[in-house]
């Protein structure tokens, strides 16, 4: 009868390294049952954030609608910074029917 330490170190290594990334696996979908608050994968947890619309400017500036709640901000993005153009904007419904 062979033991662990008869196997080749490729062998071990390989197979540590396959019952770690398993280990891992199995927290993941530990936690995501369990529901730590603050993750963003748990149910219940709504996003205070989010891009609204993207509009490329040049090769090397966008500009950017953000909403945060119940406001919206829009701001220049480029490799030199960001410049803020306005904030506090009402977002606007659009009937997406009426647009096509």
């Known amino acids: 009868m062979t033991g662990w330490h008869d196997l080749p170190q490729i062998v071990r ?3 540590a390294l396959a019952f770690v990334i398993a280990l891992m696996g ?9 529901g730590l608050p603050g993750t963003p994968n748990t149910p219940g947890h709504k996003r ?3 891009i ?3 509009l490329p400017l040049d ?3 966008r ?3 953000i909403q945060c709640d119940d406001k ?4 220049i993005l480029g490799a030199s910074g960001e410049t803020v153009v306005k904030t ?3 977002p606007v419904m659009i009937d997406e029917k009426a647009a096509l």
Do not use: F, T
């Open 59 to 61: 090769g090397r500036r």
């Open 13 to 15: 290594l390989l197979a």
């Open 26 to 34: 199995g927290l993941s979908i530990l936690l995501k049952k369990i």
């Open 48 to 50: 205070r954030m989010r």
């Open 72 to 75: 919206q901000h829009l701001v």
């Open 63 to 65: 500009a950017v609608l």
């Open 88 to 90: 506090d904007i009402e």
């Open 52 to 54: 609204v619309e993207s």
